[in-house]
């Protein structure tokens, strides 16, 4: 008795609610038998159409003289022509975005590329600094004592050149020149 309660229970119609009970049914469906082939179709075909005809035979248009049969004649020619003409049209418009696109994506690509070689070139730059600021101590310990030595030989060169000058701003040297 179960398992005809079980069938029974499958057998049930359900009710399509909304989009998504509708792709949970087919999703289960699918589900049901994973082995079985699933068909994607491919994608539609692009639209050509055949080039205009070279010449059109006995076609007098809708003006007065031509006979009851021509007009639908030269109104089926002219529809054929202007379906034509709007392919064309459509054809260069989707043309001419796509190479839009195209040349949108590659600008954005080049500075993208322009603005990661900056960027590129600005990590390099840190990362040499800081290479020579890590080379700088040892040498700043050498350089750091001649420093000194130099800013006290500066000193006492200040202090000589104080002591060389008078009050008034003479050299001492002038005085003994004198």
């Known amino acids: 008795m179960s398992d005809s309660d079980d069938t029974k229970e499958d057998k049930k ?16 469906k699918l589900m049901k038998n994973p082995e079985k082939p699933v068909v994607i179709p491919d994608p539609p075909k692009s ?15 809708s003006s007065a003289g031509a006979g009851s049969g021509e ?3 030269y109104r089926h020619l002219r529809r054929k022509e202007y379906a034509r003409q709007k ?3 459509e054809k260069s ?11 949108k994506i590659e600008d954005n690509k080049r500075k993208a590329e322009e603005r990661t070689a900056k960027k590129r070139q600005k990590r390099l730059k840190k990362k040499s600094n800081a290479k020579l600021k890590r080379k700088k101590p040892k040498l700043n310990v050498d350089t750091h004592d001649s420093s000194q030595e130099s800013d006290d030989s500066e000193d006492a060169h200040n202090v000589e050149i104080n002591n060389d000058t008078k009050s008034d701003g003479s050299n001492v040297e002038e005085k003994n020149n004198t």
């Open 71 to 73: 007009f639908h004649v």
């Open 87 to 89: 392919f064309i049209q």
């Open 93 to 103: 418009e989707k043309e001419k975005l796509d190479d839009e696109y195209h040349y």
């Open 13 to 28: 119609p359900v009710v399509v609610k909304n989009a998504y009970d509708l792709q949970r049914l087919r999703l289960e």
């Open 47 to 61: 639209k050509s159409l055949p080039p205009p005809p070279d010449f059109v035979r006995n076609v007098m248009g």
